[in-house]
């Protein structure tokens, strides 16, 4: 089994920057693909960022601003969020899915096999 625990997340204000990270443990595996999902109070889960060797994909809402990057050596993906707004608010996810660090990366969240707890990021304006 693998768990995923993300940290990072904390109330900031409109402009500012958190780094998200999120760490596997357990049956890690290489060939993951990574992807980082958030949901805001009453609102369906949506997509961030994915990520797998043939490509980074980011929601048209962050592209610019976020920046997804991965430490093999520690197990650990990072989420570099800048110029935060308020509609960032929200719980963000960690998710991965085993044996699709080929693949592209998918934007459903059905498509992937692990989840994190989540973490709060909230914006003030």
């Known amino acids: 089994q693998v768990q995923l625990v993300e940290s990072g997340g904390r109330l900031v204000q409109a402009g500012g920057s958190l780094r998200l990270s999120c760490t596997a443990s357990g049956r890690t595996s290489s060939t993951y693909a990574w992807a980082w999902f958030r949901q805001a109070p009453g609102k369906e889960r949506e997509f961030v960022v994915g990520m797998t060797m043939s490509r980074t994909e980011y929601a048209d809402s962050v592209k610019a601003r976020f920046t997804f990057s991965r430490d093999n050596v520690r197990n650990t993906v990072y989420l570099q969020m800048n110029s935060l707004k308020p509609e960032d608010t929200a719980v963000y996810y960690c998710?991965?899915?085993?044996?699709?660090?080929?693949?592209?990366?998918?934007?459903?969240?059905?498509?992937?096999?692990?989840w994190g707890q989540g973490t709060q990021v909230s914006v003030s304006s």
């Open positions: 998710a991965a899915r085993d044996g699709s660090w080929y693949s592209t990366p998918r934007r459903t969240k059905e498509w992937y096999d692990y």
